[in-house]
């Protein structure tokens, strides 16, 4: 088997054929290919020349001609100042005319070829209109003008009678001016002529403009001096110029000018048009321009590169038959180096290979390399261009690389992961790589995929709250911290999902919302599920709150938008997003924290939007404060801190139950041994879902100690518990009332629950469905807070109740407050005719007492009765 089995080649045999060729043909080949270049450079250089001078030419043309347009564009500007002139005065003197003509004298460039600035007045006589000229400037040389009719002259009057009827600048044909000239003799020239119309509106039709024409002005120039100004004296490319008017059809030379060089065809035209007047501009180039170039600097050039280039080959032709002699030579060498390497290496059961440096070639595979590799091995993933190691003590073989894991093709085409041995080698003085390499493909696959699952939510497949938390803190320990948001995003309703679809279209539903966001966030963008309907996006990079509060805006969008089908049915969902700068946070906990408080408030104002974290906001404030009570409050209960007060009620009418009666009230010690009243932790309490743990702990402290709550013992005839809002969603609260009632013997009729007017009218049917329940027990439910929402007397007709108690704020101002009267009255009234016992509260003076007796309020409650008592069972030990 040949040693070279994946780089095998023949070497050229000197002798053959092909190698015949003298070197004086390849010479002369490569001589006759460089001129060839050469000459076709030449052409093109050349063309290069011509196409350059022609646009110099036309260019020095389309100069002349806009500098005549230039020219007569100034000439207008200056006869429309003085009309101006005349439409602003009813009479223009001749002082005022030359002074005008005076101030004018500055602009030397309107001046070139301006002869006279000259107005004629209209006189209208049997024979026709005349225009007789009674102001020019300037005076000298101009004296053959004065008192000058313009209808005598046909050219002149033509061009008043066109401006006339257009009110635009009219340019009359060239004629013979009878002002003298250079040498005092006359010159042709051409005159611009105005028209000034009488005061007022400036006529807009031809037949007006004709009655309002009260005079023209008109300026008068020289065709030699205005267009010889306009024509350079030495121009470049030019050999002649002429400029023909060609209004009338016939062309008429106006000027011309050649300069004493021989002429080429063809000529360039350019056309100027102004005042209702067409000239052209007619020049041929010079002959020369096309002469000059660097064509013959490239043919002289390219002539001597190609004689260096045919040299160049006659020396390397010569010399190629001696070089192939010698790699032949050196190849033979190679091949038996490698046959006697492949001898060792060839029952290896590790992959072998041997790479040359120069060019990546495999030159020898061993049996298990060229069973298990593909044929053409992609070197891209070798780690062949690091530098081996040369420490001796870090690798056992000097300019060796150990235990670098890569990945290879194998036969079929699929990858696999090997761990690699890379050695430097010299064989027969080519450098060489020496690999060795062994399968690892299973190991890692069961590593990553241990790391997977333990960075991952296997539902979503997104960063699990353990991956993002580390990610967090890592952005948070980097330089950049302060460069980055995190966003809280908690699903509105997501729990309607689970309850009418179940937990299988709820785990469908987060696994396909994770996908719709990962699509809106960058590649850099964090995203991560935190745990049941909470995911959490680190943004790194973002050092604008507006910026946080766009990314977060387009989640909730998508999320608006996304509509989910699951068994016939479709569900639309929101989210409710906190954002929070990471300077905003000097910690992670406090980073989480203030991202939850924001999210929270987002909730609480309605759900379905953004709040962001601010350091100054009351809110966020606020709602960091109640966190802290609900973390006391979970503290308490898991201490067992929790105290219970008792207030008993006093009958006010003979015919009330007797007995003692009390309502339980709840308190909290504090960590300092101090009693907090529930006005401070139980707005936190509700907010953060701890009342029904916290109702359940006083219906059985209280259902399991009631002969114990008051002094009178098994004597105690009722004792209220206040149920929160929380406990008509606890499904099995009432169970474990109905449990604790038989387990403690309880006589249902010594208990009332008492539920608050608002609670009761925020889910009215699930309130009436709880009263029910209760009632059924035996036990008795009382409406507390009455009068304190927006109530009507038709819930003490539609809810089962034994009990109303009037809230306190009508009771407390009884005394003085007529309409606070009506109402207590009219609640007494109607509660008596439902059957209903009447409680009125915060009693807090004998007057008020009179007072609700005298309404036949049943029970009153206050400070005026009783003051709150710890309960009998508590004065011992946490008392």
């Known amino acids: 088997m040949p040693f070279a089995i994946d780089n095998t080649s023949t070497v050229p045999d000197p002798t053959s054929p092909s190698r015949r060729v003298p070197a004086w043909a390849w010479a002369l080949l490569a001589f006759l290919l460089g001129i060839g270049l050469t000459l076709w450079l030449a052409y093109g250089e050349k063309q290069r020349d011509i196409r350059d001078a022609r646009h110099g030419f036309t260019a020095e043309t389309v100069k002349i001609a806009g500098s005549i347009q230039t020219q007569l564009e100034q000439c207008e500007r200056l006869i429309r100042a003085f009309q101006s002139m005349f439409l602003a005065s009813d009479q223009v003197t001749a002082d005022e005319y030359a002074r005008a003509y005076q101030n004018?004298?500055?602009?030397?460039?309107?001046?070139?070829?301006?002869?006279?600035?000259?107005?004629?007045?209209?006189?209208?006589?049997?024979?026709?209109?005349?225009?007789?000229?009674?102001?020019?400037?300037?005076?000298?040389?101009?004296?053959?003008?004065?008192?000058?009719?313009?209808?005598?002259?046909?050219?002149?009057?033509?061009?008043?009678?066109?401006?006339?009827?257009?009110?635009?600048?009219?340019?009359?044909?060239?004629?013979?001016?009878?002002?003298?000239?250079?040498?005092?003799?006359?010159?042709?020239?051409?005159?611009?002529?105005?028209?000034?119309?009488?005061?007022?509106?400036?006529?807009?039709?031809?037949?007006?403009?004709?009655?309002?024409?009260?005079?023209?002005?008109?300026?008068?120039?020289?065709?030699?001096?205005?267009?010889?100004?306009?024509?350079?004296r030495d121009p470049i490319a030019l050999a002649d110029v002429t400029i023909n008017d060609l209004t009338d059809g016939e062309p008429r030379t106006l000027f011309a000018r050649h300069f004493d060089a021989p002429a080429s065809l063809p000529a360039h035209v350019v056309k100027v048009q102004f005042g209702g007047r067409l000239w052209s501009v007619t020049a041929h180039a010079r002959h020369d321009i096309y002469a000059a170039g660097n064509w013959k600097t490239?043919?002289?050039?390219?002539?001597?590169?190609?004689?260096?280039?045919?040299?160049?080959?006659?020396?390397?032709?010569?010399?190629?038959?001696?070089?192939?002699?010698?790699?032949?030579?050196?190849?033979?060498?190679?091949?038996?180096?490698?046959?006697?390497?492949?001898?060792?290496?060839?029952?290896?059961?590790?992959?072998?290979?041997?790479?040359?440096?120069?060019?990546?070639?495999?030159?020898?595979?061993?049996?298990?390399?060229?069973?298990?590799?593909?044929?053409?091995?992609?070197?891209?993933?070798?780690?062949?261009?690091?530098?081996?190691?040369?420490?001796?003590?870090?690798?056992?073989?000097?300019?060796?690389?150990?235990?670098?894991?890569?990945?290879?093709?194998?036969?079929?085409?699929?990858?696999?992961?090997?761990?690699?041995?890379?050695?430097?080698?010299?064989?027969?003085?080519t450098p060489m790589w020496l690999l060795v390499a062994s399968d690892n493909t299973v190991q890692r696959q069961l590593t990553e995929k241990l790391g997977y699952q333990a960075s991952h939510d296997s539902l979503t497949r997104l960063y699990n709250r353990r991956e993002f938390e580390a990610r967090v803190q890592t952005l948070l320990a980097s330089p950049a911290r302060d460069d980055g948001a995190l966003l809280f995003l908690d699903l509105d309703q997501f729990k309607l999902i689970n309850d009418t679809s179940g937990h299988r279209a709820g785990d469908e539903l987060l696994a396909q919302l994770a996908a719709v966001m990962q699509e809106k966030l960058r590649p850099v963008d964090v995203l991560a599920r935190l745990g049941g309907d909470e995911f959490g996006v680190l943004l790194p990079g973002i050092i604008e709150l507006e910026s946080a509060v766009q990314a977060a805006e387009r989640l909730r969008r998508c999320i608006e938008a996304f509509?989910?089908?699951?068994?016939?049915?479709?569900?639309?969902?929101?989210?409710?997003?906190?954002?929070?700068?990471?300077?905003?946070?000097?910690?992670?906990?406090?980073?989480?924290?203030?991202?939850?408080?924001?999210?929270?408030?987002?909730?609480?104002?309605?759900?379905?939007?953004?709040?962001?974290?601010?350091?100054?906001?009351?809110?966020?404030?606020?709602?960091?404060?109640?966190?802290?009570?609900?973390?006391?409050?979970?503290?308490?209960?898991?201490?067992?801190?929790?105290?219970?007060?008792?207030?008993?009620?006093?009958a006010l009418q003979a015919n009330a139950i007797g007995g003692v009666h009390i309502e339980l009230l709840l308190r909290l010690r504090g960590e300092d041994g101090g009693v907090v009243l529930p006005g401070a932790f139980l707005p936190a309490a509700e907010r953060y879902g701890l009342m029904p743990q916290i109702d359940r702990w006083v219906v059985e402290t209280a259902l399991s100690q009631l002969d114990r709550l008051h002094p009178d013992g098994a004597d105690l005839a009722n004792c209220a518990i206040n149920l929160s809002a929380a406990s008509l969603e606890d499904e099995g609260l009432f169970d474990r009332i109905a449990e604790l009632l038989t387990e403690h013997r309880v006589t249902p009729q010594r208990v009332t629950f008492?539920?608050?007017?608002?609670?009761?009218?925020?889910?009215?049917?699930?309130?009436?469905?709880?009263?029910?329940?209760?009632?059924?027990?035996?036990?008795?439910?009382?409406?507390?807070?009455?009068?304190?929402?927006?109530?009507?007397?038709?819930?003490?007709?539609?809810?089962?109740?034994?009990?109303?108690?009037?809230?306190?704020?009508?009771?407390?101002?009884?005394?003085?407050?007529?309409?606070?009267?009506?109402?207590?009255?009219?609640?007494?009234?109607?509660?008596?005719?439902?059957?209903?016992?009447?409680?009125?509260?915060?009693?807090s003076s004998p007057q008020l007492l009179a007072m609700l007796a005298a309404m036949q309020v049943d029970y009153a409650q206050g400070f005026a009765l009783h003051h709150p008592q710890r309960v009998c069972f508590q004065r011992n030990g946490n008392d």
Not at 109 to 133: C, M, N, S, W
Not at 323 to 329: D, K
Not at 805 to 810: R, T
């Open 754 to 843: 008492e539920i608050t007017e608002t609670v009761a009218m925020r889910d009215f049917a699930a309130s009436s469905v709880l009263i029910s329940r209760l009632r059924g027990l035996g036990c008795k439910v009382a409406l507390d807070d009455f009068g304190a929402g927006m109530s009507s007397f038709g819930y003490l007709k539609n809810l089962e109740l034994d009990v109303v108690k009037i809230d306190g704020s009508f009771v407390q101002n009884l005394a003085g407050d007529a309409m606070s009267q009506s109402i207590v009255r009219a609640v007494t009234e109607i509660g008596h005719l439902q059957g209903l016992q009447v409680v009125a509260e915060w009693v």
């Open 104 to 232: 004018m004298q500055t602009n030397t460039e309107v001046r070139i070829g301006l002869l006279a600035l000259a107005y004629a007045q209209r006189q209208v006589k049997p024979d026709g209109d005349h225009f007789p000229t009674l102001l020019f400037a300037p005076q000298p040389g101009n004296e053959a003008i004065r008192g000058l009719d313009v209808a005598t002259q046909p050219m002149n009057l033509e061009a008043l009678l066109r401006s006339r009827d257009s009110n635009q600048v009219a340019m009359s044909a060239p004629f013979r001016l009878v002002q003298s000239g250079n040498g005092n003799k006359h010159s042709d020239g051409f005159i611009l002529r105005l028209p000034v119309y009488a005061a007022g509106q400036v006529p807009t039709s031809v037949d007006a403009r004709r009655q309002a024409l009260v005079g023209s002005i008109g300026a008068s120039f020289r065709i030699d001096d205005l267009l010889g100004a306009a024509i350079p």
């Open 563 to 650: 509509i989910f089908g699951w068994e016939g049915r479709t569900y639309t969902s929101s989210a409710s997003i906190g954002v929070v700068m990471l300077r905003n946070a000097s910690s992670m906990q406090a980073l989480f924290t203030h991202a939850d408080a924001a999210c929270y408030l987002a909730k609480e104002a309605g759900r379905n939007r953004i709040h962001a974290y601010a350091e100054d906001d009351a809110a966020i404030t606020h709602r960091m404060s109640e966190m802290e009570w609900a973390n006391r409050v979970r503290d308490a209960l898991r201490d067992d801190r929790l105290l219970l007060d008792y207030q008993e009620l006093h």
């Open 298 to 429: 490239v043919l002289w050039v390219g002539g001597v590169i190609s004689m260096l280039l045919a040299a160049l080959t006659w020396s390397l032709a010569s010399t190629r038959e001696r070089a192939l002699v010698l790699g032949t030579a050196l190849s033979q060498r190679v091949v038996a180096s490698e046959e006697r390497f492949r001898r060792l290496n060839e029952l290896l059961p590790c992959l072998v290979l041997l790479i040359r440096k120069d060019n990546g070639a495999i030159v020898y595979r061993n049996a298990v390399a060229r069973e298990r590799l593909a044929d053409r091995l992609e070197l891209a993933g070798l780690p062949l261009s690091k530098p081996v190691a040369k420490d001796a003590a870090a690798s056992p073989v000097a300019g060796t690389m150990a235990g670098t894991d890569i990945q290879l093709q194998a036969a079929d085409g699929s990858l696999f992961w090997a761990s690699t041995w890379i050695s430097s080698i010299e064989i027969d003085g």
